[in-house]
């Protein structure tokens, strides 16, 4: 299981809507794509059900998962996929007040779904996220 935490100077309602509506504008997706050089957009659908997907700039869609939950402005829940996995994991995240800022507790988890394959790819993952979360606390904080 992956656990990263960061804390935003914003309110909690303002740092749900960022994080979760503005995803486009701040996932660092000139290294996180799965575009590559065509990267254009990532879109996190706002309701249960919807897609969590990357748009290329060519218009090409790739879904990486699905939302599970989406409660504003304390947590979503999503899955994330990829084509050579065996199955799905999910990622939590939390939005807690502290104050006049918001503490984003991020988890993926479900790891042992992808077999063997597994370790390796959450180990990628965990530096990942740990790139993802310290761009978005910049990209978010006034």
Do not use: C, K
Request: proline share 4%; aromatic share 14%.
């Amino acid at each position: 299981m992956i656990r990263r935490t960061v804390v935003v100077r914003r309110p909690v309602e303002d740092v749900f809507d960022r994080f979760t509506a503005g995803m486009g504008h701040w996932w660092p997706l000139e290294q996180f794509s799965y575009g590559g050089d065509r990267a254009g957009d990532l879109i996190l659908e706002g309701h249960a059900g919807g897609r969590f997907y990357e748009r290329f700039r060519d218009g090409e869609e790739h879904e990486i998962g699905r939302v599970l939950v989406y409660d504003p402005p304390q947590r979503v829940v999503f899955t994330w996929n990829q084509a050579n996995w065996a199955g799905s994991t999910e990622v939590e995240v939390r939005f807690h007040p502290e104050g006049t800022a918001t503490r984003i507790e991020l988890e993926h988890r479900g790891w042992e779904q992808l077999g063997e394959a597994g370790t390796g790819t959450q180990h990628a993952f965990d530096g990942g996220w740990g790139v993802i979360l310290d761009r978005f606390a910049s990209w978010a904080s006034p």
